[in-house]
């Protein structure tokens, strides 16, 4: 069975320390991972797509990288500013159009 | 990406009320929709794919009768939720399909959060 889980489910930072959240899955013929940011009451907001094993994909203070089994979304020097929940989302080949969500990690930049 | 836009963003309404919450593709011609709804600490979960001229595809579990949808231009989707309950108290929110092909990306609407008393 496709499945997607994030962690940790949690993650407070100082403004300026950096940290990683993790994405693992497991699915039958990745066509693509998928890195959204949400806001309180907001639909999700697209950040990266990660297609094949090796991949890596940077916009401002974020990097995504993804190995077989995972993604990692890097987060640099953050800021008060980032604090959202990150959702990691992965489509199969079996999957049709539809995408396997995990639960998302929930992050506070305080400053 | 594309600009997708909903209305209205909240919506109160009563027991036994339908409520249309709109969906609009702003900059893309979109052929396929998705429409989500999403409780408090929960994951996104599909409700149904609108395919525009034609019926939708709704997910295992969802009520057709009772989520109504149509799609009835490239830009212009509408979740009709009838009789609605306090369960149905969500949020709810669209998104388009950049392409259809293997690397579709989605891009989501702001969200309608429904409140039914």
């Known amino acids: 069975e496709d499945q997607v889980t994030q962690s940790p489910e949690a993650l407070r930072l100082q403004e300026g320390e950096s940290s990683s959240l993790n994405c693992s899955y497991t699915v039958s013929g990745l066509r693509g991972l998928f890195w959204y940011r949400q806001d309180p009451g907001k639909g999700p907001e697209f950040l990266f797509t990660l297609y094949s094993a090796g991949e890596e994909k940077e916009k401002e203070r974020l990097k995504a990288t993804l190995t077989k089994k995972e993604s990692f979304l890097h987060i640099t020097a953050p800021k008060p500013e980032d604090s959202a929940t990150y959702l990691c989302?992965?489509?199969?080949?079996?999957?049709?159009?539809?995408?396997?969500w995990g639960l998302g990690t929930s992050l506070a930049v305080n400053p | 990406g594309a600009v997708v836009s909903q209305h209205p963003s909240r919506v109160i309404c009563k027991s036994g009320t339908s409520v249309k919450i709109e969906c609009r593709s702003l900059d893309f011609q979109a052929t396929t929709m998705f429409w989500y709804r999403q409780f408090p600490k929960q994951s996104l979960m599909l409700m149904a794919t609108?395919?525009?001229?034609?019926?939708?595809?709704?997910e295992q579990g969802v009520e057709k009768d009772k989520f109504l949808i149509n799609h009835a231009s490239l830009t212009l989707s509408t979740l009709t939720v009838t009789s609605a309950h306090p369960e149905d108290s969500s949020f709810y929110i669209c998104s388009v399909g950049s392409s259809g092909g293997p690397q579709e990306t989605q891009y989501f609407g702001p969200g309608t959060r429904l409140l039914v008393l």
């Open positions: 989302a992965v489509k199969g080949a079996g999957n049709n159009r539809k995408l396997i």
């Open positions: 609108s395919n525009e001229g034609s019926k939708a595809t709704y």
